[in-house]
Each structure stands twice: as C-alpha cells, then as structure tokens.
C-alpha cells in the first residue's frame, strides 16, 4: 500500500515538473519504495552517493556560488537518481568520468506544499550509471548562504560567507540527496577573490594561498548536513597540538584567551569516550549574524562570536560543540525524528567534560538551568498544536526538521542518560557508552536500534530494569528524573526574591576583618557592595529568571544601575534582561535592545526579544526587523517573521 502512494507521488512530481520533460516518465515504477526519510526526496536505496567532488567557484559581486557536483554512486541498476534541491539552478546533467561525460535528461518536480523539502532532481540514469555530474548555480533563494557585505564583518574592509547546512539546508547550495542516514566522503576545490580565505569541515591550510584557489578532502564519511564552507579574511592560530582556532584578525588576541581550554576540553573527552576520531579540531569564529551559538562542522567547528565574552563565561558552547564530533558526527541520527540522539548525548556528553574541567559544582549549574528551561518548554509544548513534541523520539512527516531543535531533545535528552547513569553507576554506564559509539562509529542510527542495544547491552546485561520506553516514546517527563540541587543557584533565587521583599541587597557592607601585617595582627575594613562580577552568567540568569514577571519600572531601574546588564557584553544576561524589561514596558532600554537586535543574529537570542516586543510594541519590532532583516541568516529570518505575524 505504502508503495502505490508512493507511486502516486512520484508521478505527480513528474507531471508537474517545471523544467525539461524527458523519458524519466516511464521508470517512475522503480522509485515507489524510494524513501524513509521523510525529509528527502532521494531513492537511497536504489542508487545513492559514497563520494562526492565538488567544483565551487565563489563569486562575491553576484553572491553566486557557480558548481559542480560530482557524484560517485552506488547503483543498484536504477534507471533513476534523486537528488534534492531547493533554490538551486540546475545547468545541465552529464553522466561519466571527465572528459567521458554525455548530457543525460533531468525532470525538477514541485515544491512541496509549504516549501520546506524543496524540490526532488530526478535524472534519468543508465543500469550501471556510477558518476553523475551536476552543473548548477546557487540563487537568492539558497538558504544556507548567509553573504556578508563588509560592513558587517569585524575587519569592515572584506566581505564574508558561510554555509549552515543542518538540518536540510545543504540542499540550497549543493544538489545532493540530503539525508542523514547517507554517509559520504568529498573533496572540493573552491577558487575565491584572492584577498580571502577558504575554509572547510575537512582538512584545511592555515595560510592564504596566492591564487585565491582551494583544495579540500573530507576522507571520513559524514553525512550531507556536515558539509560546510566559509570565506572571509581569515587567520588561524594554533592552540595545541591538534586544536586551533580561525577567525578576522581583529578577534585573535580576544580569542587566544577565551579558548585556552580547549586542548584539555579535547584530554577530558577522550578520557570519557576514547580517541577523538577526525585528527584536527578547530574552531571557525563567524561574524554575529551567525544563527547559532556553535555548529559541529567536522575538524571545523562554527561559532558565534557572542561566545567571546572576555571572561571564558560561555566556553560550555565550546564543549558542547566538541562532544558532538563522538555524538552527532561519528554516530549519526539516521532521520530528523531521531535527533535526540545526536543533541541529548551531546549535552549529557558536554556537562561531562565541563564536570571533568572545572567540577562538579559548575556542570550541576549547568544541567540545573537547563532543567529550568525544560520545565518552561513542555509548559509551551503542552499547550501548543503539538503536545507530542514532548516525547524524544518524534514525528516531523511534513514539518520543518526545525521543530524539533527544542530542549526536549536536548536537555530532556540529556536527563535521560542522567537518570539512567545514576541508575547503573557511571562505571558500568561509560564502558556502554564508549562500547556504544565504538560500535555505531561512522555509522547512523536510529531510536529503535539505539534501544535493542541499550536492551541487549546494559539494561539485560545488568539485570536493570528501566522505564527507558516511557522516556523516548511518551510525552512529558518521567517521574524518576534526576533532580539536581545547586547551592549557588539557590542563593541567587533568595537573592532575587529579598530584593523583590524590598530589601536592600545593594546597600554598602561595612565589616571589619583580622589581618596580619608585618607579623602584627590588625583590623582592616572592608566596603563590599554587590557587583555583577561577584557572579556568573548561570548566577545572574537564575536571578533574573526569579524576579516576578510584573515587576515595578523602580525595581528595574535600581537594578539596572547596580548591575549595568545593559551592556555587560555577556548575551545570555542581556536577553534575559531586555525580554524582562520589555514584559514590564521599561522603556528605557529600547535604545540598547534595538543595538542588540541590530547586531546580533543567533536566533536564541533574537526570538524571546522579538516576541516580547512583538506583544507590547508591535510597530518597534516589526520597524527593527525591516532594517535589520538583510543581516540575518535566513535560519533566524524566517524564525523572526513568522513570529512577528503573531497577533496578540
Ligand atoms: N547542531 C546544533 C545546531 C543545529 C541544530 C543547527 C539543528 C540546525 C539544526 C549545535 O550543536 C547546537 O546545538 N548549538 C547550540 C549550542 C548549545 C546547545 C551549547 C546553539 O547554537 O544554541
Ligand atoms: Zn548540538
């Protein structure tokens, strides 16, 4: 049955393809049990790639990327390769080697109804086709390119581009069967203006070459949401023996302190899960529009440059990002309903490596926000269309892969292996783990798999019994979840509610303290007043978080004298600040917001700010975001405009 639906759809894609009809028609029998991943349109199972070589040319007048992509197949005698595109040009298709290459025909079919999957490229193959070449060019509409005018990089003088490829972006500027259930090996040879740089999530140079040309191997296999491109003026610096960072000159000095950690990041990871498995690890620092606080790019890193704060205070983004080269890049969710897979292994595998550096003390604050922010979104979740999103294993057929990029896979994720953790012991939990990715390394895997062998290799082996069903299959949170207690955090919340009491929590301490002098004892005085260097970021957040939602201009005046979170330079306090300051209408920040807003693009940081000001000051964030929409990365963009058409 499933297969005559299929059937059904594929030929209505032919019909009503937009582009060259062709005698793809007739073999449209052969591709009904193309797919079981419902965010691609590719026939894996027939025919797919192992190795792809790509030819970019990378125009910065016309932000065009000219291509092509060379795909070596794996062809189980299809007639009949798709691929997916969305926002691509599709020149001509050749089948063979160089300089043995005959065009072959092509049909692009529909957009999906509300274009999210883009469009499928059938071409039409022979039986023993293995090399597939596709000419093509990127448009307005390619997503994944965010291209910088210089303007908006920190050097102002050379322009800038990146790719974001997860989760089903790669598509817009590489046509390409977009799966991650697919793994496949690249090369690319990339030409850019020769005053730039290119860098790769492969092997890269650590200089400029003369000619503005590239050459770049990924020999690992990975999955297409890894491959990732960035061009802009670029130097690099080394911090360990296989750890460095790229990033605009302005920022180098900023960064070799704020990453000092990572080689012993890179030391406590692999004690916990064995050799860290892709030789280099660097990290590539982007300009702010970048939409996210880090992207796992294999061997290249992406990250936010809002994680420079000066005082190493979000460096867990670092590790998180890390974590993901075992979570994520080795062991690969197969579909997007599996993405728990790869971000609660992810965190539950960051706060490890946070624990193994700076103690236990620091990774419970850690995982005690998140579990804060958990209790908030299965709140929204609940009450939203989409009360299942609340189980970890999910059902995405026919929504944006995005929808699931909430804290349940995260942190809900997370709390699973944590409970369970301290269910079996972390002994016996870190020898199945490690045993886990060993096993599944380089391969992908899905929720069903990853629960016969946690059945067959811990829970059976050991004789324990789990609720391990009800934490992936059932909405909400099981009963047995760890609870973590923080000390520090609790202070922060007596902290907040004493000044909402009315006490004065800023008041200058006048006390005296015993001190020897000289081998004579005196008495020295001390004037402490609360500062916020006296706490960090989780500290602050947890402060703010504890304030009442309607609290007085006053209230909010007096702390934003004492505490100055306006312009402290840490993001993460500052959007915790100006959403509260917005919900109560404390007008006096809307010139440091709107600054935020037109500087920042990670989209953690734009949607809770629009979406305050969207309820008390419509006009003003839909203002802001016309001006400052063409500095955002479409990712967050098209976050912001679909929640700036909420009416409240
Ligand atoms: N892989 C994600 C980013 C992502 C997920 C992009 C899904 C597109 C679709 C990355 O590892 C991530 O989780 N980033 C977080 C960092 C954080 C949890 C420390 C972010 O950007 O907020
Ligand atoms: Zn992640």
């Not at 125009?59 to 997916?84: C, E, L, P, W």
């Not at 065009?103 to 509300?114: A, L, P, Q, S």
């Not at 790769?200 to 990975?222: H, V």
Request: with cysteine; net charge neutral; proline share 3%.
């Amino acid at each position: 049955m499933r297969n005559f639906y299929c059937l059904i759809i594929l030929v209505g894609l032919l019909m009503s393809c937009d582009q060259k009809p062709s005698a793809t028609e007739t073999s449209t029998e052969k591709l009904a049990d193309s797919t079981f991943d419902d965010h691609s349109y590719s026939n894996l199972r027939e025919i797919h790639t192992t190795h792809l070589d790509l030819e970019l040319e990378v125009n910065f007048q016309n932000k065009t990327i000219y291509g092509v992509a060379r795909h070596t197949m794996n062809n189980n005698n299809s007639d009949t390769a798709i691929f997916d595109i969305n926002g691509l040009l599709i020149q001509k298709v050749t089948l063979g080697t160089i300089n043995h290459e005959k065009e072959t025909d092509f049909v692009i079919g529909n957009m999906d109804k509300d274009s999210i999957l883009g469009q499928p490229l059938l071409v039409t193959t022979k039986n023993k086709t293995q090399q597939i070449n596709i000419y093509y060019q990127t448009t307005e509409n390619s997503a994944a390119l965010d291209w910088l005018d210089s303007n908006l990089t920190s050097s102002k003088t050379k322009p800038f581009l990146y790719t974001q490829g997860q989760a089903i972006l790669t598509r817009t500027w590489i046509p390409i069967q977009d799966s991650p259930s697919n793994r496949i090996t690249y090369s690319a040879k990339v030409s850019v203006p020769d005053d730039l740089m290119a860098v790769m999530s492969a092997k890269n140079k650590r200089e400029k070459s003369s000619n503005g040309n590239y050459f770049f191997e990924m020999k690992k296999p990975i999955p297409s949401y890894l491959i990732a491109l960035a061009v802009g003026d670029l130097s690099y610096q080394s911090l360990g023996p296989n750890t460095g960072f790229y990033c605009e000159p302005e920022l180098a000095k900023a960064c070799l302190f704020e990453f000092q950690d990572l080689p012993k990041m890179m030391q406590a990871a692999e004690k916990i899960y064995g050799k860290y498995q892709w030789d280099q690890y660097d990290l590539l620092v982007l300009p702010y529009s970048f939409p996210f606080g880090g992207m796992e790019n294999p061997m290249l890193t992406f990250v936010n440059p809002t994680i420079i704060t000066g005082d190493r205070s979000l460096t867990s983004v670092v590790a998180h990002e890390l974590a993901h080269s075992w979570s994520g890049n080795l062991v690969t969710n197969r579909t997007w309903n599996d993405f728990w897979l790869n971000e609660g292994f992810t965190v539950y595998f960051e706060q490890r490596i946070m624990e193994e550096l700076y103690g236990k003390d620091v990774s419970d604050i850690l995982a005690a926000v998140e579990y804060y922010e958990l209790q908030d979104e299965l709140k929204t979740i609940a009450n939203s269309k989409y009360p299942e999103d609340s189980r970890l294993f999910l059902d995405l057929k026919n929504r944006n892969p995005d929808d699931g990029m909430t804290d349940i896979a995260y942190v809900k994720g997370a709390f699973f292996l944590k409970t369970l953790e301290q269910k079996v012991g972390r002994k016996k939990f870190d020898i199945f783990i490690q045993s886990y990715f060993e096993k599944h390394a380089f391969k992908t895997i899905n929720s069903e798999d990853f629960i016969r062998y946690l059945d067959k290799n811990l829970l059976s082996k050991e004789e324990v019994k789990f609720n391990h069903l009800d934490w992936i299959y059932k909405e909400g949170l099981p009963k047995n979840c760890l609870q973590i207690h923080s000390t520090s955090l609790e202070k922060m919340k007596v902290l907040a509610n004493d000044f909402t009491q009315g006490k004065a929590i800023f008041k200058t301490k006048v006390s005296y303290k015993k001190i020897r002098i000289k081998g004579k004892m005196r008495k020295k005085k001390l004037i402490e007043r609360l500062k916020r260097e006296d706490h960090i970021v989780q500290e602050w957040q947890t402060f703010i978080r504890t304030l009442p939602k309607n609290i007085s201009k006053e209230k909010l005046k007096i702390i934003d004298f004492n505490l100055g979170f306006k312009n402290c330079g840490n993001s993460e306090i500052m959007t915790e600040w100006f959403t509260l300051a917005l919900e109560n209408n404390y007008t006096e920040l809307n010139s440091d917001i709107e600054r935020f807003l037109k500087k920042v693009g990670r989209r953690k940081y734009l949607v809770p700010i629009y979406k305050a000001m969207n309820k008390v000051n419509p006009k003003l964030a839909k203002q802001i975001f016309e001006n400052s929409k063409n500095q955002y990365h479409a990712v967050s963009r098209n976050s912001i405009e679909e929640l700036l058409k909420e009416v409240n």
